[in-house]
């Protein structure tokens, strides 16, 4: 009987070691400096990875040998996964200080609100996505996977404020419609990395008559069967990233990045960019996958430049997408920019940048 116990006993403290490895495989994956998307898959699940370390940490104690130098070792070992995985996600939540100011202006000629939805193309719920644009009625919308029917259809419903418009209606997922009730000014469809996945670039004029630059993008995401790799989703973010770094304007960046915000991509792109993201002491704001609570990360992104305050930041309801939508909006105070000013982009984060524009570089490593 006692050998019977002793083999119980020994098999159940080897499951919770089991375990306790799959979860450092798991967060040790993040530093692997490969970009098959079967590698930077692991970039998305953070939220569930730290549930699954504090589980596994946690869990070690019931068999937990406290005259062995091992079960210290290992402990150990977990409680640093642990550490990390909430290191990366606590700036995400309201216990963190805003990276973005709240807004201290009423001067609504200066408030700008973003609408944007990746709407998934083979969705025909149209009225769902039509209820949430006249709920937010935001000064700028952006869809992404929008063909022909999704642009027919908008078209058809959309309120006559909306007289600026720049149409990429594409039946390979990519395509792309934005509607302002703000002036455009030179508004341009870039492909800065494939012919066939279009970027909008356009400066708006306020009512007040301050000039911003947006940039809208939605880059391919690393697939097994269409593109393994994340090169190319990671080569337009750093390409947005160095426009937005260069361009002297006030800037915004808007879309489906099909990364997730603490990715080493995402990390850099910041850097890079010197944007701030409002969801930095505020929430996660997880847009995808809307059908799957367990699965769930932000991958649609608003971010601004120093001469930006919050004003609101909502996840919409659900429109039968793959993807919830999102609505932001901004005050434009320039006067209180050097409050929220980003440090300096480093030598070293803009060569990197440029071996990923390159495609020399596969992943940074973790440097932050």
Not at 30 to 43: G, H, K, L, Q, T
Request: aromatic share 14%; hydrophobic share 40%.
């Amino acid at each position: 009987m006692k050998i019977l116990n002793r083999i119980k006993e020994t098999s159940f403290k080897t499951y919770l070691q089991i375990f306790g490895v799959i979860t450092v495989i798991l967060t040790l994956f993040r530093f692997v400096a490969m970009d098959y998307w079967w590698i930077r898959v692991f970039d998305f699940p953070h939220l569930q990875l730290t549930i699954l370390s504090i589980i596994a940490f946690l869990a070690y104690f019931i068999k937990f040998d406290f005259k062995d130098r091992n079960d210290y070792a290992f402990a150990t070992l977990m409680l640093l996964c642990m550490s990390y995985q909430i290191y990366k996600i606590y700036i995400y939540t309201p216990l963190a200080s805003f990276e973005m100011h709240d807004a201290e202006n009423n001067d609504v000629s200066r408030q700008l609100s973003f609408f944007t939805a990746n709407v998934l193309q083979k969705n025909d719920s149209y009225k769902k996505l039509f209820n949430e644009i006249k709920k937010y009625d935001a000064d700028l919308i952006v869809f992404t996977e929008t063909d022909t029917v999704w642009q027919n259809q908008i078209i058809k419903n959309l309120d006559e404020s909306y007289i600026y418009k720049v149409e990429v209606p594409l039946s390979n997922t990519y395509g792309m419609l934005l509607y302002s009730k703000l002036e455009l000014i030179n508004p341009q469809i870039k492909y800065q990395v494939d012919d066939s996945i279009p970027s909008i670039h356009s400066k708006i004029k306020l009512p007040s008559g301050d000039i911003i630059q947006l940039y809208a993008i939605h880059p391919t995401p690393p697939m097994p069967q269409h593109n393994p790799m994340s090169t190319d989703r990671d080569k337009e973010m750093m390409l947005t990233a160095k426009l937005a770094l260069e361009n002297k304007l006030p800037t915004l960046v808007v879309g489906d990045f099909n990364d997730v915000a603490w990715s080493q991509t995402s990390q850099l792109f910041q850097r890079v960019s010197k944007l701030l993201d409002p969801r930095k002491g505020r929430g996660l704001y997880n847009t995808f996958n809307s059908k799957n609570f367990m699965m769930r990360w932000p991958l649609d992104h608003v971010f601004a430049s120093k001469e930006f305050r919050i004003i609101s930041m909502e996840r919409g309801d659900k429109i039968d997408s793959d993807h919830f939508p999102v609505y932001a909006k901004f005050s434009f105070e320039p006067d209180g920019a050097s409050i929220q000013e980003p440090d300096e982009v480093s030598k070293k984060d803009l060569q990197r940048a440029e071996k990923q524009i390159k495609g020399t570089e596969k992943l940074p490593t973790d440097v932050y």
